[in-house]
């Protein structure tokens, strides 16, 4: 069975950076998307970024071009999200989800294995 367990999360200051770490316990599939979302309060879960698993490719949605950069340790299991230049607006409860089916990256109803989530909060 998989588990996902999040890290990283923390308050910081508009401008401050913090990488947030996904660990991965169990077996996925070797062509799979591993991806960060968020959920900020009283809004949709939604994509932030994603890497596919078989080639290292990144993917990235609007809001975090230029800012945030996925990668993975294949060896540690474990996928990471560096965000930099970090606003207000990037607040919410950031998940890492695995179990890619079907559909879009940036889709919550795409995957079947969700963290417990990790909050960031940016102070302006």
């Known amino acids: 069975q998989v588990q996902l367990g999040e890290s990283g999360g923390g308050s910081v200051q508009a401008g401050e950076s913090l990488r947030l770490a996904c660990a991965v316990y169990?077996?996925?599939?070797?062509?799979?998307?591993w991806t960060w979302f968020r959920q900020a309060p009283g809004k949709e879960r939604e994509g932030v970024a994603a890497?596919?698993?078989?080639?290292?490719?990144?993917y990235y949605a609007d809001s975090a071009k230029g800012r945030f950069t996925i990668s993975r340790d294949s060896a540690k299991r474990t996928m990471y999200l560096q965000m930099n230049d970090l606003k207000p607006e990037d607040t919410a409860m950031y998940y890492c989800?695995?179990?890619?089916?079907?559909?879009?990256?940036?889709?919550?109803?795409?995957?079947?294995?969700w963290g417990q989530g990790t909050q960031v909060t940016v102070s302006s």
């Open positions: 890497i596919y698993t078989a080639f290292g490719t990144p």
């Open positions: 169990g077996y996925t599939s070797p062509t799979n998307y």
């Open positions: 989800a695995a179990g890619f089916r079907r559909g879009a990256w940036w889709t919550p109803n795409a995957y079947t294995i």
